[in-house]
């Protein structure tokens, strides 16, 4: 009975002289996730609003599937349109919208009109009140609540009027492609789609790193995590991921390391690689997974010694996590199912029985001189044979 959805905005109606900026960009990203699916639809901004009409052989569930993808909304509500002329016809069309849309008409309700054409006759307060004993009358199972009612009926009348009752959750956040890029550095994991996602969510455009280890990682592995940037660039666009070969870098690093060294060596090299991959895609910050003290390499002592040999910010948005509390975001984006599943990660592989939980940097950095005759070259082959895919 709808064909417009009016999409409602959190944050940005805070901006000032710069909303419309972040008003395009919702704008633009609504029109690219919904230019992927079925159907005619028409993106227009109007005084503090966005609408999506919807024409042609569109789905409602698959354009609320793609809508609920688009960072910066709140709230999306599908909104049935009348011709504004008079009360009688605007309490016609209430009693319309109201069989229609509650056929059961069991419920507590409140009508909340707003007024923003103000050549419409009545004030907003009397309308709700006009409208709301229209609904009584004509519905005896409808009762008035105004504090908890069930059903919410906004009315906006405008130049036309608009009614709507429903709000479904969007993710929330900022429009994507307003906050700069970010490198993600991206696991078969758990915890960094949730990381990428976060940061996503705040606006920024998404490259990735992910390190593997042919042949003791496999192609399966690498599948899956191309799997998992698919399901984060539903909600933050196409990521650039580029795959990197760091099998004989970890290998230098286990002949010539202490071994209980070996994967805060290996972080730091991996933050080295990621910072080149970084500063060649423009990006202006690295993200990872991490969360103080979830393993010996994420204690506070461990992240000084990763994050000394960055020069760009490295964003955490994890970092005050409980795993319990990453799992459950992973599920609600819809990463967790892939995340889960056994293949080898590159980091698991040479991990030692007990590696250090408070290292010290200065000992750290003695360690890495004994790489000094290989590691620039390894480095530098690592960087030449890396695979550069861009996931959709
Ligand atoms: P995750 O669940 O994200 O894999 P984790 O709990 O396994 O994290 P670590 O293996 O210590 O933690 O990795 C910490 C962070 O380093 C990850 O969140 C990720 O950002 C990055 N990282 C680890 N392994 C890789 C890899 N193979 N490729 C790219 N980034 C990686
Ligand atoms: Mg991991």
Same mark, same amino acid.
């Given at each position: 009975m709808y064909d417009t959805f009016l999409i409602k905005y959190g944050?940005? $109606? %805070? +901006?000032? +002289?710069?909303?419309h900026v972040f008003e395009d960009a919702l704008a633009k990203r609504i029109g690219e996730v919904l230019s992927g699916i079925e159907g005619e639809f028409r993106v227009r901004k109007e005084r503090g609003r966005i609408y999506v009409h919807c024409a042609g052989e569109w789905n409602e569930d698959e354009a609320i599937d793609a809508l609920t993808h688009?960072? $910066?909304?709140v709230g999306i509500c599908p909104v049935v349109i009348y011709d504004t002329e008079d009360y009688a016809k605007l309490e016609q069309d209430m009693l319309d919208y109201v069989g229609r849309? #509650? @056929?059961?008409?069991?419920a507590t309700f409140k009508v909340k009109a707003r007024r923003v054409? +103000?050549? *419409? @006759?009545?004030k907003s307060m009397e309308i709700d009140a006009a409208l709301g004993e229209a609904i009584l009358e004509h519905f005896p199972g409808m009762k008035v609540d105004? #504090? #908890?009612?069930e059903i919410l009926f906004d009315v906006e009348i405008r130049e036309n009027v608009y009614i709507y009752s429903r709000v479904i959750p969007g993710p929330g956040g900022?429009?994507? $492609?307003t906050s700069g890029r970010a490198m993600l550095l991206l696991s078969?994991?758990?915890?960094s789609p949730v990381a990428g996602w976060m940061v996503a969510k705040r606006g920024v455009v998404l490259d990735a790193v992910y390190f593997h280890a042919p042949p003791y990682t496999s192609e399966r592995a690498k599948q899956k995590v191309v799997d998992l940037a698919k399901i984060v660039a539903r909600y933050a666009g196409p990521i650039r991921l580029h795959v990197v070969n760091f099998t004989d870098i970890q290998l230098y690093i286990y002949d010539q390391c202490p071994h209980e060294e070996l994967t805060i060596i290996m972080r730091r090299y991996m933050m080295r690689l990621a910072e080149h991959f970084a500063k060649q895609d423009g990006d202006i910050g690295l993200v990872t997974g991490e969360s103080i003290g979830q393993v010996a390499s994420q204690t506070m002592q461990s992240l000084v010694t990763t994050n000394a040999v960055c020069t760009l910010p490295v964003y955490r948005? %994890?970092? $005050? *996590?409980d795993k319990c509390d990453i799992v459950e975001i992973s599920e609600k984006i819809g990463t967790y199912e892939t995340s889960i599943l056994p293949y080898e990660d590159c980091c698991t592989?040479?991990?030692?029985k007990h590696p250090v939980t408070k290292p010290l940097l200065s000992v750290i950095e003695r360690s890495e !001189? !004994? %790489?000094?005759? +290989?590691i620039d070259a390894l480095f530098a082959e690592a960087v030449d044979t890396a695979e550069t895919l861009i996931i959709e």
């Amino acid at each position: 009975m709808y064909d417009t959805f009016l999409i409602k905005y959190g944050e940005i $109606g %805070l +901006k000032g +002289k710069n909303r419309h900026v972040f008003e395009d960009a919702l704008a633009k990203r609504i029109g690219e996730v919904l230019s992927g699916i079925e159907g005619e639809f028409r993106v227009r901004k109007e005084r503090g609003r966005i609408y999506v009409h919807c024409a042609g052989e569109w789905n409602e569930d698959e354009a609320i599937d793609a809508l609920t993808h688009v960072f $910066g909304i709140v709230g999306i509500c599908p909104v049935v349109i009348y011709d504004t002329e008079d009360y009688a016809k605007l309490e016609q069309d209430m009693l319309d919208y109201v069989g229609r849309e #509650h @056929p059961d008409c069991r419920a507590t309700f409140k009508v909340k009109a707003r007024r923003v054409n +103000k050549e *419409f @006759p009545m004030k907003s307060m009397e309308i709700d009140a006009a409208l709301g004993e229209a609904i009584l009358e004509h519905f005896p199972g409808m009762k008035v609540d105004v #504090h #908890h009612p069930e059903i919410l009926f906004d009315v906006e009348i405008r130049e036309n009027v608009y009614i709507y009752s429903r709000v479904i959750p969007g993710p929330g956040g900022m429009p994507t $492609g307003t906050s700069g890029r970010a490198m993600l550095l991206l696991s078969g994991g758990i915890d960094s789609p949730v990381a990428g996602w976060m940061v996503a969510k705040r606006g920024v455009v998404l490259d990735a790193v992910y390190f593997h280890a042919p042949p003791y990682t496999s192609e399966r592995a690498k599948q899956k995590v191309v799997d998992l940037a698919k399901i984060v660039a539903r909600y933050a666009g196409p990521i650039r991921l580029h795959v990197v070969n760091f099998t004989d870098i970890q290998l230098y690093i286990y002949d010539q390391c202490p071994h209980e060294e070996l994967t805060i060596i290996m972080r730091r090299y991996m933050m080295r690689l990621a910072e080149h991959f970084a500063k060649q895609d423009g990006d202006i910050g690295l993200v990872t997974g991490e969360s103080i003290g979830q393993v010996a390499s994420q204690t506070m002592q461990s992240l000084v010694t990763t994050n000394a040999v960055c020069t760009l910010p490295v964003y955490r948005p %994890l970092i $005050g *996590f409980d795993k319990c509390d990453i799992v459950e975001i992973s599920e609600k984006i819809g990463t967790y199912e892939t995340s889960i599943l056994p293949y080898e990660d590159c980091c698991t592989i040479f991990v030692a029985k007990h590696p250090v939980t408070k290292p010290l940097l200065s000992v750290i950095e003695r360690s890495e !001189k !004994k %790489l000094s005759e +290989k590691i620039d070259a390894l480095f530098a082959e690592a960087v030449d044979t890396a695979e550069t895919l861009i996931i959709e």
